[in-house]
């Protein structure tokens, strides 16, 4: 059905109205639904571009803004809806790395704190100064001021102290 010049007058100044309005509101319940921003103001916009086919041919909206959320809701229904492929280097960028061994990785760490909780069975000039050096991560210098130690001095320490916790990891 064709409208009159001065239908589509009333339409589409009902439709900036409605823009002007609404445009704020749909966009957060897009991004509340789709939770990105891109993808939100997409689908408002669609929704915008629907709402003025159905108006050019004939057709009658009683309530606006319930339309507009109508037609909203149907086009993020149809988002979710399409089935969502990613390219490898989108993957890439956001650091998906295929394949990635973290088992190394994981002994490591749980290495590190069993080695650890093996500190406390040190003697406890070892301890202190492994403790300052590999946890607090000290230097000679900063740990020499705290103890009032020379450098040398805690540097035989560290390296006494490193001998008996591998013997004491060895064993456990």
């Known amino acids: 059905m064709m409208t009159s010049k001065r239908q589509e007058t009333r339409q589409r100044a009902a439709l ?3 823009h002007h309005d609404f445009e ?5 319940h897009a ?3 789709m939770q990105n921003h891109e993808v939100g103001e997409d689908l408002v916009q669609e929704t915008f571009l629907k709402t ?3 108006l050019v041919k004939g057709g009658k909206i009683d309530i606006m803004k319930a339309f507009l959320y109508h037609v909203l ?3 993020i229904v149809d988002e979710y809806r399409k089935h969502k492929t990613a390219s490898l280097d989108v993957l890439l960028a ?6 990635k061994d973290h088992s190394e990785r994981l002994f490591n ?3 590190g704190k069993a080695a650890l909780l093996l500190i406390s069975r040190l003697p406890d000039r070892y301890q202190k100064v492994v403790r300052m050096r590999y946890v607090q991560d000290l230097s000679l210098s900063e740990m020499s001021l705290i103890t009032g130690q020379s450098k040398n001095t805690i540097a035989v320490q560290l390296h006494r102290g490193l001998e008996k916790l591998r ?3 060895n064993h456990a």
């Open 24 to 28: 704020k509101g749909l966009n957060a």
């Open 52 to 54: 003025w086919k159905y």
């Open 94 to 99: 956001k650091g998906f790395e295929p394949g």
């Open 73 to 75: 809701n149907h086009l």
């Open 31 to 33: 991004f509340f639904k």
């Open 109 to 111: 760490m749980l290495d």
């Open 16 to 18: 900036t109205t409605a």
């Open 167 to 169: 013997l004491l990891y």
